[in-house]
Structure formats: C-alpha cells, structure tokens
C-alpha cells in the first residue's frame, strides 16, 4: 500500500524532466536535472498525505521518510539497508556513508549530517541562502519583462519561497513573510536597479481580518508616497468568490500604496463577474499542481473567460508557467502576461526592462534532455 501510494503520489507531483523509479518496495530513486539539492517541503507533504493515508486523523502511528543524497553507487547502497539499519541511521549517519541524510515527517523535516564534514554543512548553507529574490512578469507580445515580485526567504526555512511557483512554495507564516517582502521593497525603493514595477505580497487573510489589516496598513505607512507608482501588490490565497465588502476594503486599504493592485487567484471558475470593474488591475492564476493535461486544461478554462475580464478592465494573466507547451497556448490565447519557471528563475536583482525572447526563456532549458544530477 506504501509503496502503491507513494507511487501515485510521484506520478502526479515529481513532473519531467525530473523522473523518479523504484529501488526497492519502500524506496525510490529521485532525479532533478536542475537542482543540487532536493527540496524536502515537497516530501514533506508525502509524508504527511501518507500519514493521512495510513492511519487518518489517529495518533495511532506515524510516518518519516528519509532522504539519501548522493552518488549512485551510495544511493545504492543505502536502498539495500534493512529497516533496522536504516532507522540506526538517524542516531548515527556514519551508517550511510557517501551522502546527506535529512529525516522528513508531516509538516517538518530535519537534516541527519555526521559531526565531521567537509565544507560547510547543509545547515550553514541554508543560513547563507537567506536572501531576498525576484522573478520576472514577462509580455508575451513585447518578449520584455515588465515588472518584477519580490520575495524573501528566511534562514532555516523549508523551501525557497516565492509567488509565482506554485502551491510547494507559498508561505505558511503569511504575516511573517508579507512583513518580510515589504521590508525588502523599502530597501530596493531607493536601489538603481529596481527602475520597474516591484510587486509585493499581501494575503488576502491580512485584509479580511480586521487585527491584521490594521497592523498591515501601520505597515504599508512606512511606503512613501512618491513611490506609489512603482509599485504593486500581489494579493494571494484570493477565494472564487471573494466577499464583496473585503474587496472594497482591500481596493481602499492597497489603494493609497499601490499603483497595481492583482488578485493571485487558484480556480478558473473565478468569480470575475461579481467584481466591480476596475476595482482591482489585475487578477493572476496561478496553474494547478499535478500532470500536464491537468495544468492546460485548467488553463484553457481560464483563457475561455478573459472575454469577462475584458468587461471589467482587469488584466489576466497566469503565473506558475512551468513548460514550453504551457507558454505556447497562453500565447494562442492572448494572455498578456506570464510569470513562473518556465519564464524567470529567481534573481538576486530586478529584471523589468529586460527584453528576452521567448526562445531565450527557461522554457527551453526545461525541456531540453541533459544528464540529470543523481539524488
């Protein structure tokens, strides 16, 4: 059952280029051609929907997982280690020589390294990838980079976070992170290389709860005004049917910050109709996990309603745009505005202004065979 599960789990979430194949009856082999290091937060939700899977809402048992990074012939190794063995491991990594060892439960996740290593530990190298990111929001008709989302990603966190990748890389902590991003923003107001749009984050939580919208507008009172017109917001975890009156405080509460305000929103079926026009720029949908004739589904769905968004002067455009098939219908469907791997990868520095054509875009890179890294 573990293994059946497992199995189904990967098919729908460990999406190509990146492969994965069966060791043994309770492990796998993981391949990601662009990464060195795997993200144990997308494990992390294996094991917590194998914990669900298995024993419910119980405390009757509970599932860990244990990620082995390295070589082949140790990866190999490793997978041939009986049960015992392999949970010794946890009190004495020696046991599995030749690779990373990161013990990965529901919700969290916790790195299992020898006291001698060489080089900096993955501990150190996640303090060191603390940082603040931008990914690009590309014109499909222009080939430019119109704007850019901020981002920022604390130490120790469980997986880089951003906007514009999906559901594996949203915050948990929304006030934390919306603090954090606006803190960002106010430092790269007066940075020369931010000459574009910025967009930060703002959950749709934060204005529909009136402690919160309260300590967020103390927060947005730091933005000076001059600067309004470079800036937008990007507001997440919208519903399909959001409430009117929250709209209106939001349009009100943003209003007086933001040049642009957007709707990032999960469901086609969006409720597009109930907004009053140009109560917000733009509404973003960020395209589902799962295969790739889920994703275009969903997408054309979208794209077959940009005839409502046209009535209520509110842009469409899509973000989480992972594959060169996926650019290629939003282009045959006119979106104007695209955003996600398949269009910029995170930067250290903004790149609005930045004319890229399509052929140029990570797309390419994507879906190019190469020798993929083993992990």
């Known amino acids: 059952m573990v293994s059946k599960f497992s199995s189904a789990y990967l098919e729908t979430r460990w999406l190509w280029p990146r492969k994965f194949a ?3 009856a309770f492990s796998f082999l993981l391949t990601d051609p662009h990464v060195d290091d795997l993200d144990p937060a997308e494990l992390s939700r294996l094991s917590d929907e194998l914990q669900t899977k298995l024993f419910g809402e119980r405390d009757a048992g509970e599932v ?6 390295g070589a082949i012939e140790a990866i190999t190794a490793f997978a ?6 392999a949970l010794r491991c946890l009190a004495d990594p020696s046991l599995a020589p030749g690779g990373r ?3 990965i439960r ?3 996740w916790v790195f299992i390294e020898p006291e001698a290593t060489e080089g900096p530990t993955r501990d150190a190298r996640a303090s060191e990838a603390r940082s603040e990111t931008f990914q690009g929001l590309y014109l499909l008709a222009q080939q430019t980079f119109m704007g850019d989302v901020i981002s920022v990603t ?3 966190a469980t997986s880089r976070l951003s906007l514009t990748d999906g559901a594996a890389h949203e915050p948990r902590d929304q006030v934390e992170y919306d603090a954090d991003c606006l803190a960002a923003g106010l430092g790269m107001l007066a940075d020369p290389r931010a000459n574009g749009l910025l967009y930060l984050p703002v959950a749709y939580s934060n204005i529909l709860r009136p402690s919160r919208r309260a300590a967020y507008e103390q927060l947005m009172t730091a933005l000076p005004t001059d600067s309004r017109g470079r800036l937008g917001a990007v507001v997440y975890d919208v519903p399909r049917d959001p409430s009117f009156t929250v709209m209106g405080q939001l349009s009100k509460s943003l209003g007086q910050h933001f040049g ?7 469901d086609p079926e969006f409720a597009i109709e109930g907004l009053p026009a140009r109560i917000v720029s733009g509404v973003s949908f960020s395209l589902p996990d799962g295969d790739s004739r889920l994703r275009l589904a969903a997408l054309r769905r979208f794209g077959a309603r940009r005839g409502l968004f046209r009535q209520k002067l509110v842009w469409a455009s899509v973000t989480n745009v992972r594959s060169r098939a996926e650019l290629g219908v939003c282009a045959r469907l006119n979106v104007p505005i695209v955003s996600g791997p398949a269009v910029g990868r995170p930067r250290s520095s903004p790149v609005a202004g930045l004319a890229r054509s399509l052929a140029d875009l990570p797309a390419t890179e994507i879906e190019t065979p190469t020798v993929p890294v083993l992990a």
């Open 64 to 69: 860990s997982l244990l990620l082995f990074e």
């Open 154 to 156: 604390r130490a120790g």
């Open 106 to 108: 529901p919700t969290d």
């Open 101 to 103: 060892l990161t013990q």
């Open 80 to 85: 041939a280690l009986d049960p015992a063995t």
């Open 22 to 24: 069966p060791l043994t």
């Open 260 to 266: 642009k305000v957007v709707l990032r929103i999960s």
